[in-house]
């Protein structure tokens, strides 16, 4: 079986059961929870850099402003950026593992749970079809059609 055919892959579930569950309230309300998340802190990011880059660009004397040593406000400012990144990255993911994960992973389990079902009711009525054993494979007289010999019976390509 590849990886294709498992459960929860794509195989196994048609493309109305995937309309049904983009439709479906639950979806409806986890995409919401992820957009009114990520919207508004994306634009307070852009709006954060828009402000550094202006500064910089604008604000010679406020960003040259020493404060520690060589340390200056613009450089601050810059390291900021960063620790801003981290900060937003730790946050969507503790947003993620508390409202959103649960409601993804419950989809989840209901699709695959349908899937599952139907390919019980596919493997019931392919135990019920008669097995053609010609498309089976290879037979012990396929294998003497083709000269192959078991390989306990040559040594070194001679006969024992």
Do not use: C
Request: charge should be negative; charged fraction near 25%; hydrophobic fraction near 40%.
């Amino acid at each position: 079986m590849s990886t294709t055919d498992q459960v929860g892959s794509g195989s196994g579930i048609d493309a109305e059961t995937w309309a049904a569950a983009q439709s479906s309230p639950e979806f409806t309300a986890l995409r919401r929870k992820l957009r009114n998340f990520v919207f508004p802190v994306s634009a307070l990011f852009l709006a954060w850099y828009l402000v550094y880059v202006l500064l910089a660009d604008y604000a010679h004397g406020f960003m040259s402003i020493k404060l520690v040593g060589n340390i200056n406000v613009g450089l601050a400012l810059g390291l900021l950026q960063f620790v801003s990144t981290f900060g937003i990255t730790t946050w969507y993911v503790r947003y993620a593992n508390r409202n959103l994960d649960p409601v993804a992973e419950q989809i989840r389990e209901s699709l695959e749970g349908d899937a599952s079902a139907a390919s019980e009711k596919d493997d019931a009525e392919k135990a019920d079809a008669p097995a053609d054993d010609a498309e089976k494979g290879d037979t012990p007289a396929d294998d003497a059609e083709k000269g192959d010999t078991p390989a306990d019976d040559t040594e070194g390509g001679r006969e024992k």
